[in-house]
């Protein structure tokens, strides 16, 4: 590309969804579709073989990944590919990469393509750092001058200037995740492709991803496609989205669309298997689902509102029981935050003491508003009172697996980092005085009731 073109270039808006279709087209797949040949049963000899013909037998079955798989992708896009396992996400990014060809239809690129689809392929342990680099741009398809060119932009972002005269062998994983990294995204390519490779090294690492990835969505002439279940980096940086299931394409355009669509296929995929498997234990009586046994054989959360909802939503669940044991017991419920780890709520073990044995059902709300986005289950136990002890209980039951209830919380309004969303608590920049007459009024309340409590021993 010629530096004028260049310049032209730099003087371009951002590419958005509203926008993209003025930039030229890097990438277009046309009525792409790839299957693969499965054995079934191999012939021991040529007779065998002969009379596996005669009887139409292939010795193979065919496996279609991708069925009829069309899209463009425009110059300066961040493009994310989604869809669950086995849905042909991977397999397509090959196809791109040229390490498969299809059966059918055409792929065609414009431009130096760098394809990075598993870390570290092509890196060689008994090798140095350095020689790692020029081993790793070979196989990019650079000539030893354009990696001379890029080769201290690459130790620099890795943070590995001490160590690149050291065998490979010799890194940390950490260390190899980083200088791996690195050389994919300071490859000097007009189109990166990038498979599930967002969240490498630790968390400083991380934030230096996050600012160069920022950083390429504002260039106008870097083009990234990009394959990810992490549908927080979809809305984050994506132009545009599409949900590969299934091998075909079940939805492409608006991140923000494709991420909830996404989400709901997740979601409407795990009823599924709720139901299935919750069929093969009403099949077998005498098996119980894990965390139940015959004092509490049914113990269920399960949502009654959507299970995709917005900050401003109430989410409204259910728990069904049976327990008939004569005594108190009581349902405690913990709230699970499924992508940041950690219980964000408990209700406590002698909150909700339950009015009737048997078979019965109860409802619960929650208000959503104090989250950010986020994944999160609900795990019921059902508890009766500890002897001795008027304060603790003891577990009979724990709804797990698919007893429990997941959710999601989706708002446009919304961060993905943190819990607690802007709304529902923010810091605030004092002065010294306030902050100084703020702390002694805590320390004299703090003494008071220190002296009260002293005075009634």
Known sequence: MSTEANTDITKLDVVNIDNYKERPVVLKADHVEKWFKLPTEQATGLKQAFINWTKGIKGYEEQRVLRDVSFEVHQGEFFGIVGRNGGGKSTLLKLISQIYYPNSGSIEVTGKLVPFIELGVGFNPEL????NVYLNGALLGFTHTQVDAMYDDIVEFAELEDFMDQKLK??????QVRLAFSVAIKAQGDILVLDEVLAVGDEAFQRKCDDYFTAVR???????ILVTHDMGAVKRYCTRAMFIQEGEVAVIGDPSTVAERYSLANLEVMRKEEKARAKQLEEDPNTYPNGLNARCPVLRTYGVSPLLLKSSDTFRFAVEY????PGDFYLAIAMHDLRRGGITYDSGPRVFKMKKHGHHTVYFEIPLNLFNNGEFRLITSLRTPSPGNEKMTDAVAVALDDNACTFSIRDPRNGAYALLSD???EFSEITEQEAERGAEAQRLRIEAEEKIGGDLR
């Open 322 to 325: 049976q327990y008939d044991e």
């Open 170 to 175: 010799n890194y940390s994983s950490g260390m």
């Open 128 to 131: 140095t750092g350095r020689e």
């Open 423 to 425: 709304r529902a608590v």
């Open 218 to 224: 504002k260039d106008p002439s870097k083009t990234v």
